[in-house]
């Protein structure tokens, strides 16, 4: 049996797992790496309940004002949507964070053309992981979120553009079920399974549409299939979007931390850190991914 840390144990053990530089990589001793960095920041500020110290976000490295998250290759779209979100948690930084939104009005998927293989408009350029390829859920999701954010505080031409075509793309792309795929929700006439960390995602971004059809299901989904994918990922995102509409049900605190234990075990950054953020704050503080 696993013992069940407290936040601060997880704290501890996120702290001394940082490199020297200031970020985190997704395994102790690897090099940072701008998601694990940000949900690192992010949950220890949380924890201590203070703005987090984003200064390594500030001095990150960059490419044409993008933060590079890997050199040579190309930039990571939705992890800069990301790493906008945590400086923006931080007064101090907060207008650091407006060139990256700027950024993210511009970038948008390819259009593709209409296919009998799938069942979905593939004339809605949302968000790509990278420049010149297709849109996908967890980059629509990041980048949605933060333009919704900032609608009212940041005045980018073409961002209420923007977030109407991201919302009916991840409306249309809801899986049957509820919830959603990385992709799509269908190929070849067979319907898709949803995945937990990326529906908690959509939840995330989709929180001011729950009155759809779309977002019922994927509450639904999330309260009741959460521990399908027992991961401390996948319990931290749920457990986090759930708090944040407000809706009973889904993991436990116990349940997230208890992942977290394996988490810590394996040296699974990422997974200390959802589960961390999880776990920390007041339950009336909903945190970093209003709207």
Known sequence: MYHVPVPSSLASALGAVRNPDGGWGYYPGKKSRIEPTCWALMALGREAGKAPDVEVLVRWPRRGGWLEDVPGVPVNVAFNALAAITLRQNPATSRQAEPLIKDVVQARGVRLDPSSAIRQDNSLQAWAWIDQTFSWVEPTAWCLLLLKQTRTSV????????????????????????????????????????????????????????????????????TSQSSTEPSAVALGMTS????????????????????????????????????????????????????
């Open 155 to 222: 005045v980018v031409a073409g961002a209420a553009e923007r977030i109407q075509v991201g919302e009916r793309m991840l409306l249309d792309r809801a899986c049957a079920s509820g919830g959603w795929n990385y992709g799509g929700s269908n190929v070849y006439g067979q319907e898709l399974f949803a995945y937990i960390p990326t529906t908690a995602l959509g939840v995330l971004a989709l929180q001011d549409k729950r009155d759809t059809p779309e977002m019922q299901k994927a509450m639904q989904f999330l």
């Open 240 to 291: 986090i979007a759930l708090r944040q509409i407000g809706v009973a049900g889904g993991p436990t605190p116990a349940d997230v931390l208890a992942r977290a234990e394996v988490a810590r075990a394996e040296g699974q950054v990422l997974g200390m850190a959802t589960a961390l953020y999880a776990t920390s704050g007041s339950s009336k503080d909903k945190g970093a991914f209003g709207v």
